[in-house]
């Protein structure tokens, strides 16, 4: 009879051209026949394709024949057969999701299972609700594992332009522009938060410009003191200060043509904004010391976090040099708010870092639900120092949720507190800190546990050393924490 209703069912596997999307297969697997044709019917009754089976070794033999998305398997008492078909499901197929049931009492065969690979668990006895919740959530999450590795499989050979990585709409349209602004030599604003690459983008720029073979000279306005990023910018004559024992061009003039980049251009005093707008005005420097003045032909390409425009209200920035550098302007969009990029570029970090070690790692579907669920404070910067941190610590090619920063490892418990069954609408959102909160635990927590460095701090985290202190300054502590 079970040979029976398996052949005729299986015509529903076969993919038929202009039809629907085929349903998802649910395997049912329970010694008990009452348990067996309840849980079969209520899952025919929710849209499932479902076959069943009280043999373990019949199981096999009909994931063979067709890989079920979804595995219901009972964990029996006293055997390892249910934990051993987990095992080997979970290995010959990843993809497929599977949901173990259990007596009461056998919690630890649950935990076991789920080490093993299973996504979820229910207890015996359980109410229709619940395995109507748990099919749901289990079919969700195989949707989303489903559409992350057609993505990554559809952007392996085309992920992006030059060095960027994505395919998301926003990354489209900004692949647009970048082809336009690329060709012309006009000054380049961008804009963005701490962590959407910046740098890179203003690299894609030259590197797809005609000046390409030119250099490109990136100057840090934050982190240096204005003396000296005056002598970088504008360079300086023998003698023009203590030490200065050469004249040297400053990278205006040293360009030759090529492209400067004034990162963080938002924390320039207003006596270097006033002179970095005579250069750009002028086309020429006066070196410091020097009474002459030296051509420059770079392009300039500018970029900041800040919002130039508020301070230019404010009387901080220069609205003239804001104008200037602000001839094309381009907003970089925040990693949440292209969120399909994540899985190619969590895809692109996990092959550099492989191919460094010599060892392949992966990322469980489990983590990278997370990390599409995340919102990213430090963006595409935040991923890789993720991504980084999880194959430093991981203990096998898979890296799984609890090989996550402590950050990403709190918001997916607590998305999953919040899509158990049976458990109150508000129980998860309880767990949920606001992101502000989280960001200034983090940024502490950090310091804290490297002893006041807050260089090594703000590197781990992925932000700035300019970003940092500005939030340190916010919490009202930068004085009251000891220096690097």
Same mark, same amino acid.
């Given at each position: 009879?079970?040979?029976?209703?398996?052949?005729?069912?299986?015509?529903?596997?076969?993919?038929?051209?202009?039809? @629907?999307?085929?349903?998802?297969?649910?395997?049912?697997?329970? +010694?008990?026949?009452?348990?067996?044709?309840?849980?079969?019917?209520? +899952?025919?009754? /929710?849209?499932?394709?479902?076959d069943s089976t009280g043999d373990m070794g019949q199981a096999r033999s009909l994931l063979r024949g067709h890989a079920a998305d979804i595995l219901l398997v009972n964990m029996p008492y006293g055997s390892n057969q249910g934990l051993e078909l987990v095992s080997e499901v979970k290995l010959l197929y990843p993809g497929m999701s599977v949901i173990v049931m259990t007596a009461s009492g056998t919690v630890n065969a649950a935990v076991e299972a789920m080490r093993c690979g299973a996504s979820d668990y229910?207890?015996?006895?359980?109410?229709?609700?619940e395995l109507s919740t748990v099919l749901d959530r289990a079919a969700a999450g195989h949707v989303t594992d489903t559409a992350s590795r057609q993505l990554r499989e559809r952007l392996r050979l085309s992920q992006g332009l030059g060095a960027m990585i994505g395919r998301s709409s926003e990354m489209e349209k900004l692949y647009r522009i970048l082809s336009k602004v690329a060709q012309s030599s006009h000054p380049v604003l961008i804009l963005g938060e701490s962590g959407t690459g910046k740098e890179l983008?203003?690299?894609?720029?030259?590197?797809?410009? @005609?000046?390409?073979?030119?250099?490109?000279? &990136?100057?840090?306005?934050?982190? *240096?003191?204005?003396?000296?990023?005056?002598?970088?910018?504008? $360079?300086?004559?023998?003698?023009?200060?203590?030490?200065?024992?050469?004249?040297?061009? $400053?990278?205006?003039?040293?360009? #030759?043509?090529?492209?400067?980049?004034?990162?963080?251009?938002? #924390?320039?005093?207003?006596?270097?904004?006033?002179?970095?707008?005579?250069?750009?005005?002028?086309?020429?420097?006066?070196?410091?010391?020097?009474?002459?003045?030296?051509?420059?032909?770079? %392009?300039?390409?500018?970029?900041?976090? %800040?919002?130039?425009?508020?301070?230019?209200?404010?009387?901080?920035?220069?609205?003239?040099?804001?104008?200037?550098? =602000?001839?094309?302007?381009?907003?970089?969009?925040?990693?949440?708010?292209? %969120?399909?990029?994540?899985?190619?570029?969590?895809?692109?970090?996990?092959?550099?870092?492989? !191919?460094?070690?010599?060892?392949?790692?992966?990322?469980? =579907?489990?983590?990278?639900?997370?990390?599409?669920?995340?919102?990213?404070?430090? =963006?595409?910067? #935040?991923?890789? =120092? +993720?991504?980084? !941190?999880?194959?430093?610590?991981?203990?096998?090619?898979?890296?799984?949720?609890?090989? *996550?920063?402590?950050?990403?490892?709190?918001?997916?418990?607590?998305?999953?507190?919040?899509?158990?069954?049976?458990?109150?609408?508000? +129980?998860?959102?309880?767990?949920?800190? &606001? /992101?502000?909160?989280?960001?200034?635990?983090?940024?502490?927590?950090?310091?804290?546990?490297?002893? $006041?460095?807050?260089?090594?701090?703000?590197?781990?985290? $992925?932000?700035?050393?300019?970003?940092?202190?500005?939030?340190?300054?916010?919490?009202?502590?930068?004085?009251?924490?000891?220096?690097?």
């Amino acid at each position: 009879m079970l040979e029976t209703v398996v052949s005729s069912r299986a015509m529903e596997f076969i993919p038929q051209v202009a039809e @629907p999307p085929a349903k998802l297969y649910l395997l049912v697997v329970d +010694a008990d026949p009452a348990v067996r044709s309840a849980c079969s019917e209520i +899952a025919a009754s /929710l849209g499932y394709a479902v076959d069943s089976t009280g043999d373990m070794g019949q199981a096999r033999s009909l994931l063979r024949g067709h890989a079920a998305d979804i595995l219901l398997v009972n964990m029996p008492y006293g055997s390892n057969q249910g934990l051993e078909l987990v095992s080997e499901v979970k290995l010959l197929y990843p993809g497929m999701s599977v949901i173990v049931m259990t007596a009461s009492g056998t919690v630890n065969a649950a935990v076991e299972a789920m080490r093993c690979g299973a996504s979820d668990y229910l207890s015996k006895p359980f109410a229709i609700d619940e395995l109507s919740t748990v099919l749901d959530r289990a079919a969700a999450g195989h949707v989303t594992d489903t559409a992350s590795r057609q993505l990554r499989e559809r952007l392996r050979l085309s992920q992006g332009l030059g060095a960027m990585i994505g395919r998301s709409s926003e990354m489209e349209k900004l692949y647009r522009i970048l082809s336009k602004v690329a060709q012309s030599s006009h000054p380049v604003l961008i804009l963005g938060e701490s962590g959407t690459g910046k740098e890179l983008v203003a690299r894609t720029i030259h590197a797809y410009g @005609p000046s390409a073979q030119k250099p490109f000279l &990136p100057v840090d306005c934050g982190s *240096l003191v204005p003396t000296l990023i005056e002598s970088e910018l504008f $360079g300086y004559v023998k003698g023009a200060f203590t030490g200065a024992n050469r004249s040297k061009d $400053g990278l205006l003039v040293s360009a #030759e043509g090529g492209t400067v980049f004034l990162d963080e251009v938002g #924390e320039l005093s207003l006596d270097l904004q006033t002179k970095l707008l005579r250069a750009l005005q002028e086309r020429e420097v006066r070196p410091v010391g020097a009474t002459h003045r030296v051509p420059i032909k770079a %392009r300039i390409v500018a970029a900041t976090n %800040r919002d130039l425009a508020a301070m230019v209200e404010k009387g901080t920035f220069r609205k003239d040099l804001f104008y200037r550098l =602000n001839v094309v302007n381009l907003r970089l969009p925040s990693l949440r708010d292209r %969120r399909d990029d994540i899985p190619p570029l969590a895809a692109h970090f996990l092959d550099r870092i492989s !191919r460094d070690r010599g060892a392949k790692f992966t990322l469980s =579907n489990e983590a990278l639900r997370t990390m599409m669920a995340y919102d990213w404070p430090g =963006n595409v910067r #935040e991923l890789e =120092n +993720a991504v980084e !941190r999880a194959c430093a610590l991981s203990s096998g090619p898979v890296l799984h949720l609890g090989d *996550l920063p402590t950050q990403l490892q709190q918001h997916g418990l607590a998305a999953h507190r919040a899509a158990a069954p049976g458990e109150a609408d508000n +129980a998860g959102q309880a767990q949920v800190k &606001p /992101l502000a909160e989280l960001e200034r635990e983090a940024i502490l927590s950090a310091i804290r546990t490297l002893n $006041g460095d807050k260089l090594q701090a703000a590197r781990l985290l $992925g932000i700035g050393k300019t970003t940092l202190y500005r939030k340190l300054k916010e919490y009202g502590i930068a004085d009251s924490l000891p220096e690097d």
